[in-house]
């Protein structure tokens, strides 16, 4: 989360590479807690690198299958340890196939954007 300078009162943001090292420690910690993760990255402003102060992090997970509807599979992931307020999407490696060869624009943004990590 952002942290008061100690010299004023003006809010530091966390910046793309604090963001990124912050992810890459995460995704170590979590692979331990979910053995079946495939594929950890972010995407969104961070990915892009036209973040700001309020921005959040966009996180997306390939697991090896899922039993649970997509909107509720992220309820299990903490995302506490993150340096700004993170959102998870979460796919199967049989949706991410799909995803990958499907025409849609949310899709063609993933493939192209995304920063893997794991």
Partial sequence: MPV?????SVLVW????????????WANRIVAEH?????????GSYARGDWGVGSDL?????VAQSRE????R???WDLTDLPVPAELLV?????????ETSESRFGSMLLRETVWVR
């Fill in 91 to 99: 796919y199967s490696a049989d949706e991410w196939r799909d995803l």
């Fill in 69 to 72: 509807p997509r909107d509720r």
């Fill in 74 to 76: 992220a309820i299990d």
């Fill in 35 to 43: 053995r079946d993760v495939r594929r950890l990255g972010y995407f």
């Fill in 14 to 25: 966390p910046n793309r590479a604090q963001v990124d090292r912050a992810v890459r420690d």
């Fill in 58 to 62: 966009d996180l997306i997970a390939v």
């Fill in 4 to 8: 008061r300078s100690l010299n004023s």
